[in-house]
Each structure stands twice: as C-alpha cells, then as structure tokens.
C-alpha cells in the first residue's frame, strides 16, 4: 500500500538551538513560541471574534484525538473543541436507552432531520445496529449538528466524517449542510504509515487500576520493572493518585492491525480520493519522513524514540533510547516525528488557510 508523500516542511528555525522535552508541557509551550510564535498570535487574533470547521481525515490510530488536544493546549478550551461522531453515536445510544432521552432525540430529529427514511425508522436502524440496515448520512449530519449546538461559538475539528465513499460529497458541504456561521472550513489530511499504527497497537499497555495508557517501546513510565519468570520488563502506573500497578497488554494487541485491517484499506482508499478533490482547502500532515531528510530538516528531540531496558551488574534497570526507524508504506527507512511536530505543521499551514 503506497503512501501519499505529501510535502515535508522543515521545522528547524534559525538561532533556536535549545533542545526540548517535548513530554513536558512547560517546555511544550516554549518549544511553540519559539518555532510558531507568529503563526500562534495571528490565529489567536483570528478566534477571539471567529471560528473555523475542520474535518479530521486519517487512518484510524493516526493521531488526530491527540493532535487536537495539543491544539486545545495552545489555544485553550475555550476556543477549540472537537467533534468524535463514534463517540457521538454512543453517548447517544446510551442516552436514547431512557425514555427521557429517546423522547429528547426524537423530538429534535422531528424538527431538523430530512433523509431518505422516516424519523422513525432511522431510529430503529440506529438501535437495531445488528440487523444491518444501513443508517442514513442525513441522520449523523443530525447528530453532528445537535452536537454543535451545545457548544458555545468555538472551532471545531470533526473527526469520523466522511467514513465512507458516500459520505464525501456531504463533507464537502458539510459547512452549508450544519448552518454552522459562514466559517472557512478545510480538510486536515493525515498520513501515517501502518507500521507506526501496527507497532503502536502491539506495545500499548494499560493499568488495570486507572485504565491510563502507555507504550513499552514509545511512552514508558517513570518506573519501570522486571520479571524474573519470563525475563521481560514491564511498565509501572507511575499516575498521580493511581497507586501504582503492573501495566498490561489488552488480549487480542498481539496481532497489531490486523483486526482492523479493512477498516483501514477504507481509510486508504477514502484519503486517496479526497486528497485530489478542489474548492476546499487542505492541511497535509505527515507523521513519518525517511531517514536521509530527518537530520536535515529536524532536530533530533522531534523524532520519535524507541525506548529498550537492560540492567546493570547491580540490578538496576537502566532505560536507554534511540530514533525510531521504521518502514513507511514505500518500504523506505523512515522516522517517526513526534505529536508537537507534526502540531508544529498543523499550526504553520493552518495561519496560512486563514483569512487575514
């Protein structure tokens, strides 16, 4: 499966020579006004009087919940918010479990839903998911906009919309479609390669306690510990509050996309055709460039460490790092760039979309 090369834009800035602990949200807010600090105030300017709509476009496991929350921390709550229509459909189909909240759903659908099929059969075929009826655009685009109205006048980054091939035409209009002000809207189009998704899945662990989640290779603890019957080592829930605990694998991470493996040929095919579409503006972020261009056109604290574990002559556990290589969807020897960088490009290209 090819990827889709899109521009690679170097984030080295002249005189900042600094290194940064990207992990760190304090060095985090340096490290942005340092490399965007121009692009930072413009689109501050820009939201204390105006909004935009963006529609999130990658694989699944591609970032993007974690991106905007980068965006959320720059810019604040109060001026970005984010739509996730899977997790929309399932507060819902929690909410629609009372007759409180079924009446409330269908009362606003009454009001504002048109589609194909009636109110009414729209609902039976979003709670009889099983019986495979397909539920209508119309009826998200519904649900979308219910959402929107709760929030108070903030941009909005969309994330599960378009899904699907049918859905593209509605998302292209989606701005028009959801009566949401005259915003400019754009596509955020994010690409990744399926080792970095595969390896993310297979390393994941998560406490039993907390449910907080981290990765042995790429998000370790503090603490870390080893065990002296299957000579591995594992992480330690190092949480505030949390009590600490051993962090485990989910059953079924062993086989890495695999599980999820027609969800993304979708995802593939979906980017393909949107990335060529005109009359809307795009943002294009990439998470992994090769090798031979890292050292060039990034700093070695913005690429993605890989993180092994030996013990010394003592016991103690040493924690020791290196870049990351992987294969991209090329087969070519590439780095993995961490969140804030590819934040970095999503801040440089989103100050350039934006009216002056």
Known sequence: MAGFNFPIESTKVAGVTKSFD????GQRKIYFHLKAGEEIKKIKTYLETNTFVALMIGKKGSGKGTYVGLMKEIFGDDKIAQISVGDITRVVFEEIKTKEGMDSLKNYLEKNYRGPISVDEALGAFVNKS????????FILALITREIEKLPKKAIFIDGFPR????VSYSLYL???INFRNDPDFLV???????VIDARIKTRVICAKCQTSRNVSLLPTTKIGFDEKTKEYYLICDKPGCGGGRMVRKEGDEQGIEPIRERLDTDQQLMMFIKDLYGIGKIYLRNAVPMEKAKELFDDYEITSEFFYERDSFGKILVKSKAWVIKDDDGINSISLTAPVVVLSLIRQLSRLLPQ
């Open 22 to 25: 990207l992990a760190n949200p």
């Open 175 to 177: 701005r028009q479609i």
């Open 189 to 195: 189009m994010i690409d990744i390669p399926e080792a």
């Open 164 to 167: 699907s091939m049918d859905q």
């Open 131 to 138: 019986q495979g009826r397909l539920l209508p655009t119309e």
